[in-house]
């Protein structure tokens, strides 16, 4: 990784590249050099009518980088589109696509996924950068609280049913779904078939068999959902449900015979119920194929020399010294997890279709861990200030 650059000197070097057919190509470059060299884990171009703000986000937050003018946007855009294999003329689409790029001084390219948007005063575009092989964690080392920690591990007990989490982008849910895969394998060897239906891919995972979507050509996450189903997987590892059809492809396979782990848009742990009816999926199908479901949190840590937000690492993992003071103070960031088992009781008001505050009440009977509580602790310590907390659970009562 390179130094890190200031958004001033980004800014300046910017401004000082000739203005000509190729600034476009240089512009792309520096950017993308920028945002890997400072650890940012997505690039993100918004438009205005004064032209792109360029952010990178690190730790959950946006970091501003530069401004470029309305002027030189399409050039920057276009150069982009190219290196993504798009059609630069279409501007009023959605467009998905991935970069081969390689940083200077890098042995192999890094493959980054490119999404554009149109928006009101032009094209949005987030670059989202592939995660550091640092190793892939277990769960021991996710930072879990006994109690959460163990109804994961009685969870992994069933061979059949869905376990869902839930969380925001960036909140580390690929992490604990690769570390409860590991569990998995290191439980029972060789004799589990797992598979794992991705976009992206983030990790090489030596004990499972990896499919990387491109809905460009047609591999959707319905097609290849079906397609694993008939590889008779014992466990199916699938990246995000995004839309009805997969979510009932889903919780049908838990129904059959294969354990599901799977991520949902949902808030906290007890809403995941009804997100999934809300979404399509018959009553029935959800209280018998749900075993579980998760929220999770990242929050970044408190220097314990300087007192400030201390420069984490993309996870939970302990990051290197603190660069705000130059101490040796350990950086990075904490998690806060919490899993709701599904009851009798749960189940009773799945099928009954009862109202969310019911189905969420009854789920946190028998809940393990509590994101606001484990929040009002890491903060009561030390750990995490208050301000860090608002920012990641939102500030007031965090209800369910």
């Known amino acids: 990784m390179t130094s890190a650059l200031t958004s001033s000197s980004v800014q300046s070097r910017l401004d000082a590249l000739p203005v000509n057919d190729d600034w476009g190509v240089a512009a792309a470059a520096l950017l993308l050099g920028a945002a890997h060299g400072d650890g940012f884990s997505d690039l993100h171009l918004q438009p205005s009518r004064e032209g792109l703000l360029a952010r990178g986000?690190?730790?959950?937050?946006?970091?501003?980088?530069?401004?470029?003018?309305?002027?030189?946007?399409?050039?920057?855009?276009?150069?982009?589109?190219?290196?993504?294999?798009?059609?630069?003329?279409?501007?009023?689409e959605p467009q998905d696509g991935r970069i081969e790029w390689k940083p200077e001084g890098a042995a192999s390219p890094l493959i980054l996924r490119a999404a554009f948007l149109?928006?009101?005063?032009?094209?949005?575009?987030?670059?989202?950068?592939?995660?550091?092989?640092?190793?892939?964690?277990?769960?021991?080392?996710?930072?879990?609280?006994?109690?959460?920690?163990?109804?994961?591990?009685?969870?992994?007990?069933?061979?059949?049913?869905?376990?869902?989490?839930?969380?925001?982008?960036?909140?580390?849910?690929?992490?604990?779904?690769?570390?409860?895969?590991?569990?998995?394998?290191?439980?029972?060897?060789?004799?589990?078939?797992?598979?794992?239906?991705e976009d992206p891919v983030e990790r090489d995972l030596p004990f499972a068999g990896q499919v990387q979507v491109n809905?460009?050509?047609?591999?959707?996450?319905?097609?290849?959902?079906?397609?694993?189903?008939?590889?008779?997987?014992?466990?199916?590892?699938?990246?995000?449900i995004r839309d009805t059809e997969t979510a009932r492809i889903a919780i049908q396979a838990g129904t059959s015979g294969h354990l599901v782990l799977s991520t949902l848009h949902a808030?906290?742990?007890?809403?995941?119920?009804?997100?999934l009816l809300s979404m399509g999926?018959?009553?029935?199908?959800?209280?018998?194929?749900?075993?579980?479901a998760g929220a999770q949190?990242?929050?970044?840590?408190?220097c314990p020399e300087c007192r400030v937000p201390a420069r984490g690492v993309a996870g939970m993992e302990r990051g290197p010294g603190c660069e705000a003071c130059g101490g040796t103070g350990h950086a990075g960031r904490a998690g806060?997890?919490?899993?709701?088992?599904v009851t009798e009781p749960l189940r009773e008001l799945i099928l009954a279709r009862a109202g969310a505050h019911a189905i969420a009440e009854a789920a946190a009977e028998r809940q393990a861990g509590d994101?606001?509580?484990?929040?009002r602790d890491l903060v009561a310590a030390g750990t995490i200030s208050q301000a860090e907390a608002d920012f990641v659970l939102g500030p007031g009562d965090f209800t369910l």
Not at 281 to 292: C, F, K, N, R, T
């Open 118 to 197: 149109p928006m009101l005063h032009g094209e949005s575009l987030v670059v989202r950068f592939p995660r550091e092989e640092t190793g892939l964690s277990s769960l021991e080392s996710l930072g879990m609280t006994a109690p959460v920690r163990a109804a994961f591990e009685e969870a992994l007990q069933t061979r059949e049913g869905t376990l869902l989490l839930t969380g925001p982008g960036g909140s580390g849910k690929t992490t604990t779904l690769y570390a409860l895969l590991r569990a998995l394998h290191d439980r029972h060897g060789d004799r589990l078939n797992m598979l794992s239906i």
């Open 267 to 275: 808030g906290r742990a007890a809403r995941v119920f009804t997100r």
């Open 297 to 302: 949190r990242l929050a970044r840590c408190l």
């Open 371 to 375: 994101l606001a509580a484990q929040a």
């Open 336 to 341: 806060l997890f919490e899993l709701a088992r």
């Open 281 to 292: 999926v018959e009553p029935y199908q959800a209280a018998s194929a749900l075993i579980g």
């Open 215 to 240: 809905e460009a050509q047609g591999m959707t996450f319905d097609k290849a959902l079906r397609a694993a189903l008939r590889q008779d997987p014992n466990v199916l590892l699938i990246g995000e």
């Open 57 to 92: 986000r690190r730790d959950g937050e946006l970091v501003p980088l530069a401004r470029i003018p309305a002027a030189r946007r399409d050039l920057l855009l276009s150069r982009f589109k190219v290196m993504a294999r798009l059609a630069a003329f279409v501007r009023n």
